[in-house]
């Protein structure tokens, strides 16, 4: 049973503080879980505080908009007369369909959406049947924590930005990616990552979090540098922009942003602005 995040750890927290010595802009980088259990949303009060006090909310993407949710459609599927299928030799092709149907998705009707939105889709499927939900998403319970407090939400990317890294990568890595997706489900092992992942986001663990973010895509370097390394220079950059503007702005990423040596804080280090990791009695 997962514990509430300021029940677990008393020390270092999933968030940086970042200011700017010359405007006075402060910045709060929240790493998030973005699919979790109820338990993830009992935040302390070191990290409820700051959202207070903050004048605007930022997130990497607000997936309710019109235009998110058109573009997303847009891009979900392979050309005419393409088939997934087409790619998978015996093996393989009877491997994913067996994960498929254990995710709750039918194989026949999936056969034409791309690689790496059938894995998003597959394993949004599998956390779900394990209990963890995107409306526990600590993304999602800040972006209606801000609608409700009438604090203005900000986006880091566009649809377009996060579509095209999603989409990176060559067709043989997207496939390896999906296939490994496959085989953690049939594996048994979704459940026991998923724990690790949030053990390590609750503690404040960085070194655990990069760790596991290589076991999820240190084979599959193109994709690795599209969707986290780009992205993550992308968004220190957005950031250092409210930065410097002397605005002070709540920042919730995925957590995987926050690791790594090339994680964003470290960016806005490299970038001249003091960052230090926050802890609970902050």
């Known amino acids: 049973m997962?514990?509430?995040?300021?029940?677990?750890?008393?020390?270092?927290?999933?968030?940086?503080?970042?200011?700017?010595?010359?405007?006075?802009?402060?910045?709060?980088?929240?790493?998030?879980?973005?699919?979790?259990?109820?338990?993830?949303?009992?935040?302390?009060?070191?990290i409820t505080r700051r959202f207070r006090d903050s004048q605007a909310l930022a997130v990497e993407l607000d997936p309710g908009a019109p235009h998110t949710v058109q573009a997303i459609q847009q891009a979900m599927l392979l050309p005419e007369q393409q088939s997934l299928w087409q790619?998978?030799?015996?093996?393989?092709?009877?491997?994913?369909?067996?994960?498929?149907?254990?995710?709750?998705?039918?194989?026949?009707?999936?056969?034409?959406?791309?690689p790496p939105m059938l894995a998003a889709m597959m394993s949004a499927m599998v956390w779900e049947k394990l209990g963890y939900s995107q409306r526990f998403g600590v993304d999602q319970w800040f972006m209606q924590s801000a609608r409700d407090a009438g604090k203005p939400l900000r986006e880091l990317e566009t649809i377009e930005q996060q579509l095209g890294a999603l989409l990176s990568g060559s067709e043989q890595e997207q496939l390896r990616a999906l296939m490994h997706d496959a085989d953690t489900i049939l594996s048994g092992r979704a459940e026991a990552y998923l724990g690790r992942?949030?053990?390590?986001?609750?503690?404040?663990?960085?070194?655990?979090?990069?760790?596991?973010?290589?076991?999820?895509?240190?084979?599959?370097?193109?994709?690795?540098?599209?969707?986290?390394?780009?992205?993550?220079?992308?968004?220190?950059?957005?950031?250092?922009?409210?930065?410097?503007?002397?605005?002070?702005?709540?920042?919730?990423?995925?957590?995987?942003?926050?690791?790594?040596?090339?994680?964003?804080?470290?960016?806005?280090?490299?970038?001249?602005?003091?960052?230090?990791?926050?802890?609970?009695?902050?």
């Open 87 to 114: 790619q998978l030799d015996g093996k393989k092709h009877d491997a994913l369909q067996s994960a498929l149907t254990a995710a709750g998705l039918s194989p026949e009707a999936v056969g034409r959406v791309r």
């Open 197 to 282: 992942l949030v053990a390590a986001w609750q503690a404040g663990d960085l070194a655990a979090l990069d760790r596991l973010t290589l076991e999820e895509f240190g084979d599959y370097p193109e994709i690795h540098s599209a969707l986290l390394m780009r992205r993550n220079r992308d968004m220190a950059a957005k950031v250092a922009g409210w930065l410097r503007q002397g605005e002070r702005v709540f920042v919730v990423v995925g957590a995987a942003h926050i690791a790594g040596d090339q994680n964003i804080a470290a960016l806005l280090t490299q970038a001249g602005f003091t960052t230090r990791q926050l802890s609970d009695s902050d």
């Open 2 to 46: 997962l514990l509430p995040l300021s029940a677990t750890h008393a020390g270092q927290l999933p968030m940086w503080e970042v200011r700017d010595p010359v405007s006075g802009g402060t910045v709060y980088l929240l790493g998030s879980i973005h699919v979790c259990k109820a338990s993830c949303l009992n935040f302390p009060e070191a």
